[in-house]
């Protein structure tokens, strides 16, 4: 295709070129959640799940900030621990949190497009805090189908879910 020129344009002998549009890349399991979608059930699974399990560690476990601050790579385990084992239930019993019931997306096996095995909701979500602390999850801004490396270990999908 020839270079179009401003002045062509102006005139009407050449139509402009209309701008891509961005599309999402259907996977063979459905669209993927796009990634508001995606950061908004973060949000929501840390204030509902995350956040009752520090405020038990704080002040039920270590009576305090002091006493968490003492023992700080324990507290973080009794806090990580029990949200991995909690989210992999969540995913490997519905396929979503509830931050992904609200925002309408659901975790599957990409090759299968069924939910994933408990194991496999296990080994996603060990590798989803992993993930979290060494800043791989920027892969998603990268990818057109926006999966992280978690995801990508684990073998599975965020995809949007059909309206109902």
Avoid: N
Wanted: aromatic residues 12%; hydrophobic residues 45%.
């Amino acid at each position: 295709m020839a270079k179009q020129r401003f002045r062509d344009v102006k005139q009407g002998r050449v139509r402009p070129a209309e701008p891509k549009k961005k599309r999402s890349v259907p996977t063979r399991t459905g669209l993927p959640a796009t990634l508001g979608q995606r950061f908004k059930a973060f949000i929501t699974d840390s204030f509902m799940i995350l956040m009752p399990l520090m405020y038990i560690v704080f002040y039920l476990v270590f009576d305090g900030r002091e006493g968490f601050a003492q023992h700080k790579l324990l507290g973080w385990l009794y806090i990580l621990i029990p949200y991995i084992l909690i989210t992999a239930l969540f995913l490997a019993k519905t396929g979503q949190t509830p931050g992904m019931r609200a925002y309408e997306i659901r975790t599957v096996d990409c090759h299968s497009g069924e939910r994933p095995s408990v194991g496999g909701s296990l080994l996603r979500q060990i590798l989803a805090v992993w993930d979290f602390f060494l800043f791989t999850w920027i892969l998603q801004f990268f990818r057109r189908d926006h999966r992280t490396l978690h995801e990508i270990l684990s073998g599975t999908c965020l995809i949007r879910e059909p309206s109902r």
